[in-house]
């Protein structure tokens, strides 16, 4: 999990444009949230590699993975206006179990 949250980490800078666009439009500051978010996915990925990670921590990732839900639904049902329609309207529905599991197997991690 700490590659996933390191590469979508990077993915935010390399391409900041994608993920201000994936951003429901009644929140502001759509450049400036997805940089933020980078930088939270990158710090929560290097923490996951290094195994360094405390509780508080893995509860905060576990309140970002449900902040940024509503990103993953904005996908789903504005596919087209997003320039999306290559992907299957499938896959994108499919996505939006993953922040459930992701939440689940951090919980695990507390243990």
């Known amino acids: ?12 800078f390399r391409k900041p444009e994608k993920f201000a ?6 929140i502001p500051f759509k450049t400036f949230i997805a940089y933020f978010t980078g930088v939270l996915e990158l710090v929560f990925g290097i923490l996951l590699l290094a195994g360094k990670i405390r509780n508080w921590q893995l509860s905060g990732m576990q309140k970002f993975l449900w902040a940024v839900f509503p ?9 087209e206006k997003l320039g999306l329609s290559h992907l299957p309207k499938w896959a994108l ?3 939006l179990p993953l ?9 695990d991690l507390k243990r």
Do not use: C
């Not at 999990?1 to 935010?12: C, D, E, L, N, P």
């Not at 990103?71 to 596919?79: E, S």
């Open 1 to 12: 999990m700490g590659t996933v949250f390191t590469v979508a980490g990077i993915a935010h």
């Open 21 to 26: 666009n994936i951003t429901p439009g009644f």
């Open 71 to 79: 990103a993953n639904i904005y996908m789903y049902t504005h596919r």
């Open 93 to 95: 529905l499919a996505r």
């Open 99 to 107: 922040q459930n599991l992701m939440s689940r197997m951090l919980e």
